[in-house]
């Protein structure tokens, strides 16, 4: 019978809010602020930390993985269709042929797997955590303005919290339909957000992916964001693209970098 180490109630409370809150400062600035912890957002952060850099992922839920873990209809099963299997094959996810071309596979395997990845490769989160607005300046988007999630769900006059800044170098949008970042620069007049059209997977996979890119300076788009802000359809339960569009991010955020590095900030 195993016997624990003697500890106190007071170390574990200390444990978890120095750690915390030592991230925290850390990551008050980054190189890359990922809002959303999809499947796009997650393939961005392991691409990215995969060039050794700080990556911080912001998601409003208490766990990362968004529609992933549900697949369709909350049957627990997702598809992708070819070439998009490659990455599970780079994850170690099982999956089955279901036709030429689409694959089957358990959403919760699929999810855990990815996540894993993500960590494995360095990526941190900071879970419950909602976006207000963005830093902008000098026509530049430098970050995001972040709160605890719960407090939406508080009457005003309880829940006046301020938020706080995060600093970034590039920011992801990888909220899914909502493309919150974006949102809060089309909300300013900045940029025009045409809303996602309806269903016709054939033409939306390709498409997300390939508009996958900075919308406005420091500021890339991916997954079903980039359908909502230039009204391309909506591609349903299968998520190829969401992970190659995040690739994708992750490969243009670090192009960005580079040039940020030589030049100074300046484009």
């Known amino acids: ?9 007071k170390d574990i409370t200390r444990a978890i809010a120095g750690s915390f809150l030592r991230q925290l400062e850390d990551y008050a ?12 957002g997650l393939m961005a952060g392991r691409e990215l930390c ?12 208490n766990y990362p993985g968004g529609g992933f873990w549900i697949g369709g209809y909350f049957m627990n099963k997702l598809t992708l269709r070819s070439p998009a299997q490659e990455v599970f094959d780079e994850l170690g996810v099982p999956y089955e042929k279901y036709t030429d071309g689409l694959y089957v596979a358990d959403a919760p395997h699929a999810c855990s797997k990815l996540i894993a990845s993500a960590c494995d490769a360095g990526v941190k989160f900071m879970s419950l955590t909602q976006l207000e607005d963005i830093v902008l300046r000098e026509g530049r988007v430098g970050g995001v303005v972040v709160n605890w999630s719960p407090i939406a769900h508080l009457p005003r006059e309880i829940a006046a919290l301020d938020p706080v800044p995060l600093e970034a170098k590039v920011v992801i949008d990888a909220t899914g339909h909502d493309a919150s970042v974006a949102r809060k620069l089309s909300e300013r007049g900045i940029i025009e ?11 939306s996979e390709d498409a997300v992916v390939e508009r996958t890119g900075e919308v406005y300076p420091g500021l890339i788009v991916c997954g079903m964001a980039v359908a909502s802000v230039y009204g391309l359809p909506r591609m349903g339960p299968t998520f190829g693209a969401m992970l190659l569009s995040g690739r994708r991010a992750g490969e243009l955020a670090l192009d960005l970098l580079q040039k940020i590095a030589i030049t100074g900030g300046e484009k």
């Open 50 to 61: 995969a060039g050794d850099l700080k990556v911080l992922i912001v998601e409003r839920n």
């Open 193 to 203: 957000i045409a809303g996602e059209g309806a269903m016709w997977v054939d033409a």
């Open 29 to 40: 600035e980054s190189d890359v602020i990922i809002v959303g912890g999809g499947p796009s």
């Open 1 to 9: 019978m195993a016997i624990f180490h003697p500890v106190d109630e």
